[in-house]
């Protein structure tokens, strides 16, 4: 460690630790400061790595292949006796994944003569054009004051809690106790029905546990378009999982090793009782320890630290980055703000867009979309024109038993420019970049509509839902709208 550097990156989550690698190949010196400990051992990657995406993921993968073994592969006349589920063996893969993957990112900062810094910073003074970082090691807690002439906080986020559900770490837990289960509960519950609702509900789902997600808000996935949050109510009614919105949980305590939890709609007030209980109402920024008082930099009233579009906060030099700061809290928009931040100091002039930043919830089918809904584009005063092709009638999405869900466009009708892709699909978080490189390229419908689409994929829907939109699908009835 020296004690001077052109930048300091407080978080080694996606946003922190590719903004120092950005940095590294700009040949800056970089410290990278995290004070994370995963299992034991001080790891980068942050959330995502080791907490979030990827170990969600690669549950989803193996929750998945356990539901198909048993349910699907008789279709294709291929017989598997009983199928079982070792969940020891499952967390096990899942591990070696994050392990992989942090173990990665640690060589990859040396590689690009990052110094990693394992232990807390804290911004104690941003004013001059040498800002003063606290370090607090580790390993034996002592303190280094480092200057620098640049500072990106990328402290990242942490689950919100609630009063009335408290996690224990054993019985309410949050979402990443839930990645962790040593065994399948018999019965689950779930408070919040939104992306790890979603997510960790069906994994557990999948490998048997009946599953009852309570919501607050009286409408479904109410940030997707309304056409497909209604498609995917459908879906996942029908794949069991009990999805109760306007649904008030109002309390829930463990009695004789069971989780009670009482809940209320519409003025009526029951009670159940589960094994386990996850608790996923949403994620606030965490800026524990990462500013002193008088540091300078501005919060905004939600205690996120207040950022303008290129990421700078209140203070020349610093700049604020990912789940810390306004906007979606999604990795990919982490990294693409910490690289904006490291080439801007760097003096060049790169901008994050932030209207084509892609949702994806990784169910099966796969829930994405990019741009605006039909309701958003009404609400902005567009006149709308959508279109919308069915997979049922996509001969690949039949070929691989996923013909469900359908993916649609949302248009301006007067300049028949793209204004959103939605997609409820398999591979629907793929099929939304061919929406977002369109967007990207200011392209229209028509655009869409003269490209060749290979076939069989489920690409072509993509192409035939451009073709709906103005009443020309091929592989839908569309007569009465034709041109
Ligand atoms: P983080 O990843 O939270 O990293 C911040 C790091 O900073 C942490 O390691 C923390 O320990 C460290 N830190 C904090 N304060 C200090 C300090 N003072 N000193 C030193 N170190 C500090 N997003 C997606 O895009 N796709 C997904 O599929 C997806 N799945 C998810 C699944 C789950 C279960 C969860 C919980 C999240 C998921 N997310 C997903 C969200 C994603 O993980 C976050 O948006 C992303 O990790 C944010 O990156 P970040 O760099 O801002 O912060
Ligand atoms: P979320 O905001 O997606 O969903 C929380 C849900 O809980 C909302 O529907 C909300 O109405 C509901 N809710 C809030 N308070 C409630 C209460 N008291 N009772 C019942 N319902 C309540 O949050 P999350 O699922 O916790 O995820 C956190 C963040 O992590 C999200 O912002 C998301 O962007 C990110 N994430 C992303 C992915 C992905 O990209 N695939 C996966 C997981 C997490």
Redesign the pocket.
Known sequence: MKDNYDLVVIGGGPGGYEAAIRAGQLGMSVACIDKRVYKGEPALGGTCLNV??IP?KALLESSHRYEAAQHELADHGISTGEVSIDVAKMLERKEAIVKQLTGGVAMLLKGNGVDWLQGWGTLVDAKGSDKKVKFTALEDESETTITAKYVILASGSV??E?P?AKTDGEHIVD?TGALDFTEVPKRLGV???????L?LGSVWRRLGAEVVV????PEFL?AADKDVAKEAGKLFKKQGLDIRVN???TNAEVKDGQVVVTSEKDGETSDESFDKLIV????RAYSEKLLADDCGIKLTDRGLVDVNEQCKTSQDGVYAIGDLVRG???AHKAMEEGMMAVERIHGEKPQVNYDTII????THPEIAWVGLNEQEAKDQGYDVKSGSFSLAANGRALAQGEGQGFIKVVADAKTDRLLGMHAISAGAGDIVHQGMIAMEFVSSIEDLQLMTFAHPTISEAVHEAALSADGRAIHAIQRKKRK
């Open positions: 979030g995406c969600s689950p919100i609630i009335v979402s408070i919040g029905a939104g992306v790890i609702g997510e309570y919501e607050a808000l109410a649904t008030k949980v996923c109402v949403g994620r979606p809290m999604l949702n994806v919830i990784y």
